[in-house]
């Protein structure tokens, strides 16, 4: 059975609810068992245990929080160990404009450099799901269509 594991940062619960969403995404593949946890529960060597590892923070300044920075700068000493494994990225932000997009890509920029895969959306929230505040319904949707399409991916 393929592991994924969600991870997140979350300050107001805006971030853990789109876990939760993603994670509500991928419950009804088959041969996928999802592990969600907060970053603080993490700890790096796991990471090697997973087939797909999706990560979610708040926007802070236009970036991931340091306690998901943290865990990639950790990461480091696995370089080439998550080559081929599924990455993935979502984020929330206060208002439109604030940093989402910018987050998404610098958690994904980490899991290219460890060789990881990243799929696009063409339909849906190109990068991965963003939020503004606490989920809508349109981002709940996303979210959800988020972790269905991983879970296609990583059953491939």
Known sequence: ???????????????????????????????????????????????????????????????????????????????????????GAFASAANIGGGNETTIRGIQEALLVHGMIIQGDPSGDHYGPVSIGSPSTREEKQCRRFGERIAKLVIR
């Open 1 to 87: 059975m393929k592991k994924v594991l969600i991870t997140y940062y979350s300050e107001t619960g805006n971030t853990e609810r789109m876990s939760e969403l993603i994670e509500e995404g991928m419950n009804d593949a088959v041969g996928v068992k999802c592990v969600r946890k907060h970053i603080e529960k993490v700890k790096v060597d796991e990471l090697l245990e997973y087939d797909a590892i999706i990560i979610g923070s708040p926007t802070y300044y236009g970036q991931m929080a340091w306690q998901i920075k943290k865990l990639l700068d950790d990461s480091v000493k696995f370089h080439g160990k998550l080559d081929g494994k599924i990455g």
